[in-house]
């Protein structure tokens, strides 16, 4: 049965959270004196009214939260969130139609990095802050980050982890999740700063730093140029993008282990590490080889725009280096195998998560030995950890239903008037939170502002369906949900 005094404490006190981010945004819009003062005041006050109503609705609520009360909070928490978001958007008069607004802000939240701005640059630094904090708060998560903070506020919070977490394998640092979150959370700050400070050592300013820095390490893809990276023209820039960009799609528990923990070793034996490593230099590889001999690159500049893309696209960033519209067709191809796959699971990034590929090909493998050998018992294995028989039909089935999702809303696009290839790659990207598509018409240098009000709502529901793996949204929807 529902706890709707909880969902509603919950929710209030996540708006509360909001009207502060709000509020550090402000606070960079009164110290540059833009016009965007009012716009986040008249926020925040919103934010914060309909919050008190929320708080006060669920006062005397208990910390019980069932199953069902883990998912719809989570999915009602992205949504809300990205509502209250849009705020400063609209009521700026910088996207004043809401459709733009709410898909602008979702898109931020969900580190997808799909923009419907075609100049960035005339925004206000409040409202460019804005964009880059969505991203960064949505990093990992946004009822995680209240786990870290409020420890107290959810007395279900490891099924609130289990819907909000990525990837088929929950893992865990801490018996206390709070505890966890935290240390998650810490790590997560620290590769902030470090990325920061090396944009600035090499010239980036202040502004630029800190936020290239947040959409860099949430995977999300927000710039403060229309060029994104490439606004800079320095190669060292770009290789500490992609460097960046690459440790936050590893599995963030892993990197606390190996770096705070110093077992370095579970970092280096694992098996999706060592799948999403090879998966990258083979991809690379493979397009450097195609930019030398179809565009005359030269070898750096190959290399450096090959890694730079595959990386950005397989961890779901977004960024771009290079227009990639541009390049032979076949690196499309391998440019879109990296959408659907993503990175590691438990890290920033979107997409089917490399431990599920991983997962499948050793699936098929068994299938072929038992094949030959009938009566044979095959274990399925991943690193330690044995894959039971239940986890391999929850992959199947989150593959079928991750492809059918696909088709349908591909035709829908098409149906709708978009070319076949911008049809097939909108989808992978907003249900992979991966931001930029390959194309003639919206390619990964341009906005999606031209795309039907409709088709911008579907964009908006597949982000948010891939940030919280498909299934958590769809159960909300089916009739055994609401029956007591």
């Known amino acids: 049965?529902?706890?709707?005094?909880?969902?509603?404490?919950?929710?209030?006190?996540?708006?509360?959270?909001?009207?502060?981010f709000m509020t550090l945004c402000l606070i960079i819009s009164v110290y540059y004196s833009e016009d965007d003062i009012l716009a986040f005041v008249v926020s925040i006050l919103l934010t914060l009214i309909v919050a008190v109503f929320c708080r006060y609705t669920g006062r005397n609520a208990n910390n019980s939260l069932?199953?069902?009360?883990?998912?719809?909070?989570?999915?009602?928490?992205?949504?809300?969130?990205?509502?209250?978001?849009?705020?400063?958007y609209i009521i700026g008069g910088y996207i004043p139609n809401f459709t733009n607004a709410y898909f602008e802000t979702i898109s931020g939240f969900t580190t997808t990095g799909a923009t419907i701005l075609d100049d960035v640059e005339h925004l206000p630094h409040g409202i460019l802050f804005w964009r880059s904090f969505t991203q960064w708060i949505g990093g990992l998560g946004i009822v995680f980050f209240t786990i870290a903070i409020l420890p107290s506020l959810v007395g279900g919070s490891v099924k609130v982890f289990a819907v909000e977490a990525t990837g088929p394998i929950k893992t865990k640092l801490h018996p206390r999740l709070s505890t966890s979150a935290q240390s998650?959370?810490?790590?997560?700050?620290m590769l902030t700063i470090?990325?920061?400070l090396s944009f600035r050592v090499l010239g980036m300013g202040w502004f630029d730093s800190i936020n290239y820095a947040m959409t860099t390490i949430a995977t999300g893809g927000f710039s403060?140029?229309?060029?994104?990276?490439?606004?800079?023209?320095?190669?060292?820039?770009?290789?500490?993008?992609?460097?960046?960009?690459?440790?936050s799609g590893i599995n963030f528990i892993l990197l606390y282990r190996s770096v705070i923990n110093k077992e370095v070793k579970s970092l280096v034996n694992n098996s999706e590490v060592k799948f999403y490593v090879s998966a990258i230099a083979a991809f690379t590889a493979f397009i450097m080889f195609l930019l030398i001999h179809s565009r005359g690159y030269d070898v750096e500049r190959a290399f450096r725009c090959a890694v730079y893309q595959v990386v950005s696209f397989i961890t779901t960033t977004g960024l771009f280096n290079d227009d990639a519209a541009q390049w032979p067709h076949v690196t499309w191809i391998v440019l879109a195998v990296c959408m659907f796959m993503g990175a590691c699971a438990g890290s920033t990034s979107g997409g089917f998560k490399s431990i599920r590929c991983l997962m499948l090909l050793k699936v098929a493998s068994n299938e072929f030995k038992q094949m030959l050998h009938p009566k044979a018992v095959l274990p399925l294995k991943i690193g330690d950890t044995n894959i039971s028989m239940q986890r391999r039909v929850t992959l199947l089935s989150f593959l079928t239903v991750y492809c059918l999702l696909f088709l349908f809303c591909a035709f829908t696009m098409t149906a709708m008037g978009i070319d076949n290839t911008n049809a097939i790659t909108i989808t992978l990207s907003t249900l992979g939170n991966v931001g930029p598509t390959l194309g003639t018409e919206i390619g990964p240098t341009m906005s999606w502002n031209d795309l039907p009000?409709?088709?911008?709502?579907?964009?908006?529901?597949?982000?948010?369906?891939?940030?919280?793996e498909i299934f958590s949204v769809i159960v909300i929807f089916t009739p055994q949900f609401w029956k007591e």
């Open 184 to 189: 998650i959370w810490v790590v997560f700050l």
């Open 224 to 247: 403060t140029h229309n060029d994104s990276i490439e606004f800079f023209r320095s190669p060292a820039m770009e290789y500490v993008s992609t460097f960046f960009c690459f440790v």
């Open 453 to 468: 009000g409709v088709a911008k709502w579907i964009c908006s529901v597949l982000m948010l369906m891939g940030r919280l």
């Open 66 to 88: 069932g199953r069902r009360d883990a998912f719809l909070v989570v999915t009602l928490a992205w949504s809300v969130f990205s509502l209250f978001g849009s705020l400063p």
């Open 1 to 20: 049965m529902l706890n709707p005094k909880l969902i509603y404490k919950v929710l209030g006190s996540l708006l509360v959270i909001e009207s502060i």
């Open 194 to 196: 470090l990325c920061m």
